[in-house]
């Protein structure tokens, strides 16, 4: 079966009340890996210390309406990009003189190991090459010169990369993850990358910069452009950004760079596992990658049941796109406080929005569990984006059910409500191969980034968590029957911290149709 890697992953490492229970891995601290990627033979170029406010509200850049399409780009509005993309936006000192910087965008368990490239053609101000941006001092290092967009265009089989100002290349650095969460850090990849592509998509959006994504491309030659060593660092995608200009020169072959590196610990562990995951869901050339996006996704499964709709959202309402990312965090304790049924809807219409890529997006069906929000029966759901309305799978309290398929965790008991990604990946797979399991994975983290931009945009919370994966389908079969577990968000409102939390360590029943 096409995709036969990517099944034997997710199976491999789906977290079960069992597996969980017998794992014997332990967090070694002394080898805890450095959180930001260092070169240490390469001159920096220092960016502006002013960034643009965004003053347009969050909702209205998630659904794609921005300022108009700027003549040139200049460095100000690629720092602007850059800093609410990847940039650091908050430091909190302890006692102690232990010292965190927080980054715009959510990472599991903040090892932060999504790394941000430019390749840059024609930005004013900037020498056309090949940049990594490093967060910690806020600088471009220029890893190689020259125009090489026209390389990227090949490797992209998309001439319109050679057009565009710039294009920016998330990569991810395994160690810096998989330290904590091991093999299954290969989901992790493309959680956060797509949580922060949410914010890199609303940010561009409020430029006028017109982004557009691409997931498929030649692995090992974006890895070469860059220099990144592909059985430690790996290209996940491109983001080009920017009106089209004169096209870049064609592409021509680039040599190998290998500048020095700080390393991140004084030794690592290896998952064969997950290195095999990436070079099974690779691509090999040019062909290779328009023979890919020539797949079709599985055709969207209608509701079984009525669908109750939900307000429509007021995309004027909330912060503006700057405020809401300057202000966002992860809530760690959640308040058994109602939420509106307004702003639970504005959450799933955000992470619902189409995905502006080269192939379809809509591969991520939502289920919601509803603890708390006021015109809204408790119960388990599953949302419809095209009438914008929730279908009932069962009324209840699942509270403690909830808290139990989040590893156990009191954040998701103690939501007002938890948002479920699921995929039918089988059918994902035959369409797109093993690099489907990117997809689904990448279009859950992104719903998922849009979920907590809405939320904080709003005035609440969100969280993302993990789960027990056959659980989270049995809860909510028969109607999520041939789906898989991708990702899970919560909202709420924060708790103060005399609050006690919620967590259930009993097996939950499934819900049944009302």
């Known amino acids: 079966m096409a995709g036969d890697n990517a099944r034997r992953f997710h199976d491999t490492t789906a977290h079960s009340p069992e597996s969980v229970r017998r794992s014997g891995h332990m967090l070694d601290w002394d080898i805890k890996p450095f959180l930001f990627k260092v070169y240490t033979d390469v001159p920096a170029v220092p960016l502006p210390r002013e960034v643009d406010v965004l003053p347009m509200p969050a909702l209205v850049t998630i659904g794609g309406d921005g300022a108009p399409p700027p003549a040139r780009v200049t460095l100000a509005t690629l720092t602007s990009l850059l800093y609410y993309t ?18 715009a965008a959510a990472s599991t368990g903040a090892l932060y190991q999504t790394e941000v490239y430019v390749v840059a053609g024609d930005v004013d101000g900037l020498e056309p090459g090949v940049y990594h941006f490093s967060p ?14 026209g390389v990227l265009a090949a490797a992209a089989a998309d001439a319109s990369l050679a057009r565009r100002a710039c294009t920016l290349v998330l990569t991810a650095i395994y160690w810096r993850n998989t330290w904590k969460y091991q093999a299954r850090g290969y989901r992790h990849l493309f959680w956060d990358s797509g949580t922060m592509l949410a914010n890199a998509l609303a940010v561009s959006t409020a430029l006028g910069l017109q982004p557009r994504l691409s997931t498929g491309f030649v692995d090992t030659a974006v890895d070469h452009l860059l220099g990144v060593e592909e059985t430690q660092e790996a290209a996940l995608e491109l983001l080009a950004v920017g009106p089209e200009t004169a096209p870049a020169p064609a592409a021509a072959e ?8 700080m390393p991140l610990s004084r030794e ?27 797949g079709r996704p599985p055709a969207s499964r209608a509701g079984a049941g009525a669908v109750m709709p939900l307000p429509a959202p007021d995309v004027t309402a909330g912060r503006s796109v700057g405020e809401t990312i300057q202000r966002r965090g992860s809530t760690r304790r959640f308040a058994h406080t109602a939420l509106a049924a307004t702003e639970l809807g504005a959450a799933l219409w955000a992470a619902s929005r189409p995905i502006p890529q080269d192939v379809p997006s809509g591969l991520v069906d939502l289920y919601v569990v509803v603890n708390a929000v006021d015109g809204v029966q408790s119960g388990a759901y599953r949302y419809h984006a095209g009438p914008h309305g929730l279908e009932s799978l069962s009324a209840g309290d699942f509270r ?19 948002i479920f ?13 093993n690099r489907g399991y990117r997809l689904v994975n990448l279009e859950a983290g992104i719903a998922g980034g849009r979920a907590y931009l809405a939320a904080y945009a709003l005035g609440f919370g969100a969280s993302g968590l993990t789960f027990y994966d056959a659980e989270v389908v049995r809860f909510f079969s028969p109607g999520a029957a041939g789906e898989d577990a991708i990702f899970v968000v919560a909202l709420g409102r924060a708790a103060p911290p005399e609050e006690r939390v919620l967590l259930s360590t009993a097996m939950p029943s499934p819900p049944r149709r009302s």
């Open 86 to 103: 990847a940039g650091v936006t908050k430091q909190k000192r302890y006692p102690g003189g232990a010292e965190v910087l927080f980054r």
């Open 421 to 433: 990604f699921l995929a039918p990946l089988d059918a994902v797979l035959t369409a797109f191969g």
């Open 136 to 149: 910690g001092d806020f600088m471009l290092r220029r890893l190689r010169a020259g125009d090489v967009r």
């Open 268 to 294: 690592q562990v290896d998952y064969p596992l997950l290195r095999e995951a990436v070079a099974a869901s690779s691509l090999s050339d040019p062909d290779a990658v328009r023979a890919w996006r020539e």
């Open 254 to 261: 680039v040599g190998a760079i290998a500048h020095e590196v």
């Open 400 to 418: 403690r059910q909830s808290a139990f398929l989040t590893l156990e965790q009191p954040l998701g008991g103690d939501a007002a409500a938890v």
